[in-house]
């Protein structure tokens, strides 16, 4: 069974760059045609898909994004990053780390870290 | 890209159905059959529940099953049970972004 889970500084400073890290734990990150997302959800609002890799390094981001997000993976921890730069306070949500089957749909996520944004 | 339109509550008492829809556009719901749904407590992480609309993972019980007309994808549970009380979350691929999703429906359990 597949586990993930997020790990990280809690509260990052406004435009700082927030950094993150989601461990594979059942499995290997390259065995497998799967691809591997991050996502957040605000307090209260809905979720956000930030963006994936393959243990290839091939990458898609959000547009919305993709000016400030980095998304990185060592196959040789089963880890793959996530670097958000320029935060602000509407970058304050729980972000979660989630396994893309490659059916356009995400079958295993992390339990999921609040990261606030506040000096 | 804008967030796929969803109800923000649907309610059933324990026993009956309630259907929640997912509306986008042609260029996500209406123009792939890769929506899916998600189910989330309070305080925990998504679990797939449909994929490829109308799919069931492994462990999914039958009472959820998914549908799509035109550019609107909707959710069906059946028998209500009270463990299903939670928000729900559709989701589509959408070319760019890869992934949008739903704006969530709160599911009560009378």
């Known amino acids: ?119 | 890209q804008s967030a796929l339109t969803q109800p923000p509550s649907a309610s059933g008492s324990p026993g009956q159905s309630v259907t929640i829809s997912c509306t986008g556009t042609s260029s996500d719901v209406g123009g792939y059959n890769y929506v899916s749904w998600y189910q989330q407590h309070p305080g925990k992480a998504p679990k797939l529940m449909i994929y490829e609309v109308s799919k069931r993972p492994s462990g999914v019980p039958d009472r959820f099953s998914g549908s799509k007309s035109g550019n609107t994808a909707s959710l069906t549970v059946s028998g209500l049970q009270a463990e299903d009380e939670a928000d729900y979350y559709c989701s589509s691929y959408a070319g760019s972004p890869l992934y949008v999703f739903g704006t969530g429906t709160k599911v009560t359990v009378l």
Request: aromatic fraction near 10%; include cysteine.
């Open chain 1, 1 to 119: 069974q597949v586990q993930l889970q997020e790990s990280g500084p809690g509260l990052v400073k406004p435009s700082q760059t927030l950094s993150l890290t989601c461990t594979v734990s059942g499995g290997s990150i390259s065995s497998g045609s799967y691809y591997w997302s991050w996502i957040r959800q605000p307090a209260g609002k809905g979720l956000e898909w930030i963006g994936r890799i393959y243990t290839s390094g091939s990458t898609n981001y959000n547009p919305s994004l993709k000016s400030r997000v980095t998304i990185s993976v060592d196959t040789s921890k089963n880890q793959f990053s996530l670097k958000l730069s320029s935060v602000t306070a509407a970058d304050t949500a729980v972000y979660y780390c989630a396994r893309d089957s490659s059916g356009w749909d995400h079958d295993y996520w992390g339990q999921g870290t609040l990261v606030t944004v506040s000096s």
